[in-house]
C-alpha cells in the first residue's frame, strides 16, 4: 500500500516543479489549450448533429409509433454523446501530449538533470521526425486499448447494481493507468524503452501507477482542469518512470523559509565549542 502514496507524491511534486520554473509551464501549458479547443469544437459538433446522425444510421425505426420512435432515438443520442465525452476524457492526454510533443520532451529533460545526482538527462539520439513517429504510433495503440476498457465498461455499466457502483470504480483505475502510461511514456521513450517494456514496468508496480494516475484522472473530470495540471503531470511522471527505472532521485534545495534560515553561528569574538 506504500506504493499508493508515492505515487500520490510524484503528482504533487510534479506540481510543485513547475510551480517553481514558471517558465515551464506557460510553454507547456500551449498544447493543451490547442487540444481543449478541438474536443470542445467535436463535443459541441456531436451534441448538435449527433441526433441527425442517430437518425440516419437507424432509418429501421422510421416507422416507430410514438413515442417508441423519440424514446429508442433520444436513448441512442444519449448513449452516443456519453461515449464520446468518455473516449475525450481517456485520449485527451494522447493527443495533447502528441501535439505538444516538443514541448513536454523538454521539460522533462529539465525534470531529469534538475533530480538527476550528475545533472545529466538521458537522450533519445533520434530525429525529432523519428520521435513524433514513435509517439503517434504508441499512442494509438494505447488508444485502441483505452478504447476497447471504455466501450466494455460502458456496457457493464448497464448491469444493475455492479453497474452503478463496482463498474465506475474500476473505471477510474483503467483511466489512471493509461494516464500514466502517456505520461510517463516522454520520458521512458527517451531511455529507449518500447512500449511493451512500458506496460510491463507498469504493471509490476500497479499500486504506483494508481496513486499517480487515479487522482489525476479524477481531477481530469472537471472541465479545463486538465489543461491546467498537464506541464505538472508530465514533470512527475518523469520522476515516476524513473523510480520504475531505478534510478536516483535527488531531491531539490529545500524550499520557503527552510531555506532562507542560516545555520546557527557563533557570535563574534565567542569562543568555539570546545575549546
Known amino acids: 500500500m506504500r506504493d499508493l502514496g508515492v505515487g500520490f507524491g510524484y503528482l504533487l511534486k510534479g506540481q510543485r516543479w513547475v510551480a517553481r520554473h514558471g517558465k515551464q509551464y506557460g510553454f507547456g501549458l500551449l498544447p493543451g489549450l490547442v487540444t481543449l479547443v478541438l474536443y470542445a469544437a467535436a463535443l459541441v459538433a456531436l451534441a448538435l448533429w449527433g441526433e441527425d446522425f442517430v437518425a440516419w444510421s437507424t432509418p429501421f425505426a422510421d416507422d416507430w409509433t410514438s413515442p417508441w420512435q423519440g424514446l429508442f432515438r433520444g436513448f441512442l443520442t444519449a448513449v452516443l454523446f456519453a461515449l464520446g465525452l468518455l473516449l475525450a476524457v481517456l485520449s485527451f492526454t494522447a493527443v495533447t501530449l502528441l501535439i505538444g510533443q516538443p514541448f513536454y520532451e523538454n521539460l522533462s529533460e529539465k525534470v531529469d538533470r534538475d533530480v538527476s545526482p550528475d545533472g545529466t538527462a538521458p537522450e533519445s539520439g533520434l530525429p525529432l521526425w523519428r520521435e513524433l513517429?514513435?509517439?503517434?504510433?504508441?499512442?494509438?495503440?494505447?488508444?485502441?486499448?483505452?478504447?476497447?476498457?471504455?466501450?466494455?465498461?460502458?456496457?457493464?455499466?448497464?448491469?444493475?447494481?455492479?453497474?452503478?457502483?463496482?463498474?465506475?470504480?474500476?473505471?477510474?483505475?483503467?483511466t489512471g493507468f493509461f494516464l500514466t502510461e502517456e505520461l510517463a511514456a516522454v520520458a521512458l521513450e527517451r531511455r529507449g524503452v518500447a512500449l511493451r517494456e512500458r506496460l510491463a514496468l507498469l504493471r509490476s508496480r500497479k499500486l504506483l501507477v494508481w496513486g499517480f494516475g487515479t487522482p489525476l484522472g479524477l481531477a481530469f473530470l472537471v472541465p479545463f482542469v486538465a489543461v491546467f495540471l498537464m506541464p505538472g503531470a508530465v514533470a512527475g511522471a518523469t520522476l515516476l518512470a524513473r523510480d520504475l527505472r531505478g534510478e536516483e532521485i535527488?531531491?531539490?534545495?529545500?524550499?520557503?523559509?527552510?531555506?532562507?534560515?542560516?545555520?546557527?553561528?557563533?557570535?563574534?569574538?565567542?569562543?568555539?565549542?570546545g575549546r
Request: charged share 15%.
Open 133 to 174: 513517429w514513435i509517439s503517434a504510433r504508441d499512442s494509438l495503440r494505447i488508444l485502441v486499448r483505452a478504447a476497447v476498457w471504455g466501450v466494455l465498461l460502458f456496457a457493464l455499466g448497464f448491469v444493475p447494481v455492479v453497474g452503478q457502483t463496482v463498474i465506475p470504480v474500476l473505471g477510474f483505475f483503467v
Open 250 to 273: 535527488q531531491e531539490g534545495e529545500p524550499d520557503g523559509d527552510e531555506a532562507a534560515t542560516p545555520s546557527p553561528q557563533p557570535p563574534t569574538g565567542s569562543p568555539a565549542p
